[in-house]
């Protein structure tokens, strides 16, 4: 077996374990912080799966908004406003939440990189970015849905009038 510091023979190629001291990689936390980490964490992804749902059934309420905007009386219509309205306050609750946990973890890693717990992080804030896009994206397509059905609405009689 070889050290780290030893050459291994020409023409050899061996893969050499290195063992580091635990000091090295991770930033050193007491009980109290080791629990309000893995507290934190687990909060965190509690939200990401609220947030997954709640997105899922906005991407379903925004996807067949224009369809049942039209068919509906006006009543009904502001009924489904309200309901985009109430869903998309509660989404952005949920990522602000998010944000807050993504942004205590952070303040307990204390910015060391190379960490385990600060990879950790790293994949909880490309999956709060990833949640937030998506609900731009979905906020976006609801707009351009409810501004389809209103010209469709609105614009019907005068465009058989144009024709005449």
């Known amino acids: 077996m070889y050290l780290a510091s030893d050459t291994p ?4 190629n061996y893969a050499m ?8 990689s991770r930033a050193p936390l007491i009980p109290g912080q080791t629990r309000a980490w893995e507290d934190l964490r687990k909060e965190a ?13 906005y991407n379903k309420l925004c ?21 985009a309205a109430t869903k998309a306050a509660e989404i ?10 993504n942004d205590e973890m952070g303040s ?3 910015g060391i990189s190379g ?18 896009l998506e609900f731009r994206r979905l906020n976006s397509t609801l707009g351009a849905a409810k501004d389809r059905a209103a010209l469709l609405a609105g614009g019907g009689g005068d465009l058989g009038a144009a024709k005449d």
Not at 17 to 24: D, K, N, Q, T
């Open 63 to 83: 996807s067949g908004f224009e369809a049942n905007y039209r068919l509906k009386s006006d009543s009904s219509a502001l009924g489904a406003d309200q309901l």
């Open 115 to 132: 960490d385990s717990r600060s990879h950790t992080l790293a994949r909880h804030r490309d999956i709060l970015q990833e949640y937030t």
């Open 9 to 12: 023979p020409a023409g050899k």
């Open 92 to 101: 952005e609750e949920l990522l602000q939440r998010l944000s807050d946990a």
């Open 17 to 24: 374990a290195y063992r580091s001291s635990p000091s090295a």
């Open 108 to 110: 307990l890693i204390g």
């Open 45 to 57: 992804r509690k939200l990401e799966g609220e947030l997954d749902v709640k997105l899922a059934a």
